[in-house]
């Protein structure tokens, strides 16, 4: 079947814009998950849904960001006036029990 | 959740096995552990996890140390397709599976080479 889908796979952005990173989970999964990945490094907690409640949001790195997932299925990250720290692959997992199920990532370039 | 120790990098022959360690002194009753790898520009994928019996599964098998202070990933036969960064992760895991995210370190870089 269909695994985790994200788009867009490649995005540039300039400092100051806003951007919107789309997560398709796998169909069932319960849990929802967003990590941040820099370049040479493992991927960083950012939030996590249980259904369309954001019952984690501990790992968000600032206001500018902005999870959601009003039905329950699909998930959106919002970045707002990126900045050049904000460049890095952004990762959404789901999960209907213990294993995650990552998608492809979306790479976030600022410029 | 505990904290993982494991080498930077690794070589591996292709056909061999490779045998990934992984340092968990501080790790708690009721952690488990986890592996992931990711494959260059690709997501992690899950490869196996345990508490305190060896697992075996299709990907590969791991062994835990009776004291469940360290763990080793085993792929039987490596191949070209397995060069990726093997991450060995402890968590706990809540009623009905594990619902919490995961921490991981920086990994392993396992190369395998012709």
């Known amino acids: 079947g269909a695994g985790v889908s994200q788009s867009p796979r490649y995005k540039v952005a300039k400092r100051g814009q806003d951007v919107a990173l789309r997560c398709d989970p796998i169909s069932g999964h319960v849990s929802l998950f967003w990590y941040q990945q820099a370049l040479g490094q493992g991927p960083e907690f950012l939030t996590y849904?249980?259904?369309?409640?954001?019952?984690?949001k501990s790992g968000l790195p600032s206001d500018r960001f902005f999870a959601e997932r009003p039905e329950g299925s699909v998930s959106t990250l919002k970045i707002q006036r990126t900045q050049q720290e904000d460049s890095a692959v952004y990762l959404c997992a789901s999960s209907l029990s213990r294993e995650q199920y990552f998608g492809p990532g979306t790479r976030l370039t600022v410029t | 959740d505990a904290k993982t120790t494991q080498p930077t990098s690794m070589d591996c022959a292709e056909g061999r096995a490779a045998n990934l360690p992984c340092n968990h002194s501080t790790i708690s009753g009721n952690e488990y552990v986890y592996w992931y790898r990711q494959i260059h520009s690709q997501g992690p994928q899950y490869i196996i996890h345990?508490?305190?019996n060896n697992e075996t599964n299709e990907m590969a098998s791991l062994i835990i140390t009776e004291d469940r202070k360290s763990s080793t990933l085993i792929l039987p036969h490596a191949t070209l397709r397995d060069t990726a960064v093997y991450y060995c992760?402890?968590?706990?895991?809540?009623?009905?599976?594990?619902?919490?995210?995961?921490?991981f370190g920086k990994g392993t870089k396992l190369s395998v080479k012709p």
């Open positions: 849904f249980q259904n369309e409640a954001q019952l984690d």
């Open positions: 345990g508490l305190k």
């Open positions: 992760i402890v968590r706990v895991e809540g009623y009905g599976g594990s619902q919490g995210n995961l921490i």
